[in-house]
């Protein structure tokens, strides 16, 4: 359980395909990072204090992820022309994609309810999937710290290429 959400994809499953807007107005698919590790986090919004400690801590790990054959891939339902902004503020070096119908998140199981200040809406649960070269998943984590865990999910990708 993450937060309320239960799990649909399991550590092993295959990833499932997707196709959406980047940040660039470019479609961007799953299939483009073949032979790659993924780091496919997905984050509630942009320009919020958490968000912007996770992407932050991403982009500060940046070109360790990128020597390590891997590439981050942010996933939330803002629209292009708020990531434009959240990239440009930041100086964020890697990919956001806009899933405004909400067909990535729901792939992956990451939209749900959820409770803030005693208050239940449906949104996205912080997570992060980690795809590997041939399109396996990995790893998952269901419940994400947002300044520690880049560099979780860095340690587990260098274990990987390590077997």
């Known amino acids: 359980m993450a937060k309320g959400i239960e799990l649909i994809l399991?550590?092993?499953?295959?990833a499932p395909a997707f196709k959406a807007e980047s940040q660039d107005g470019?479609?961007?698919?799953?299939?483009?990072?073949?032979?790659?590790?993924?780091?496919?986090?997905f984050y509630p919004k942009d320009n919020?204090?958490?968000?912007?400690?996770?992407?932050?801590?991403?982009r500060d790990l940046h070109a360790e992820f990128r020597d390590a054959g891997a590439?981050?891939?942010?996933?939330?339902?803002?629209p292009?022309?708020?990531?434009?902004?959240?990239?440009?503020?930041?100086e964020l070096p890697f990919t956001l994609l806009a899933d405004e119908s909400k067909e990535?998140?729901?792939?992956?199981?990451?939209?749900?309810?959820?409770q803030f200040m005693g208050r239940t809406f449906d949104g996205i649960h912080r997570m992060t999937f980690l795809?590997?070269?041939?399109?396996t998943i990995l790893k998952i984590w269901p419940k994400v710290k947002p300044e520690p865990h880049p560099a979780?999910?860095?340690e587990c990708i260098r274990d990987a290429e390590g077997d």
């Open 10 to 14: 399991r550590e092993g499953d295959k």
């Open 26 to 41: 470019d479609q961007v698919r799953l299939s483009d990072f073949k032979g790659k590790f993924v780091v496919l986090y």
């Open 48 to 58: 919020t204090p958490g968000c912007t400690k996770e992407a932050c801590a991403f």
């Open 71 to 78: 590439v981050v891939v942010g996933v939330s339902i803002d």
């Open 80 to 90: 292009v022309k708020v990531h434009q902004k959240f990239i440009n503020k930041f």
């Open 104 to 114: 990535i998140v729901t792939k992956y199981g990451v939209w749900g309810p959820k």
């Open 131 to 135: 795809i590997d070269p041939k399109g």
């Open 152 to 154: 979780e999910v860095l």
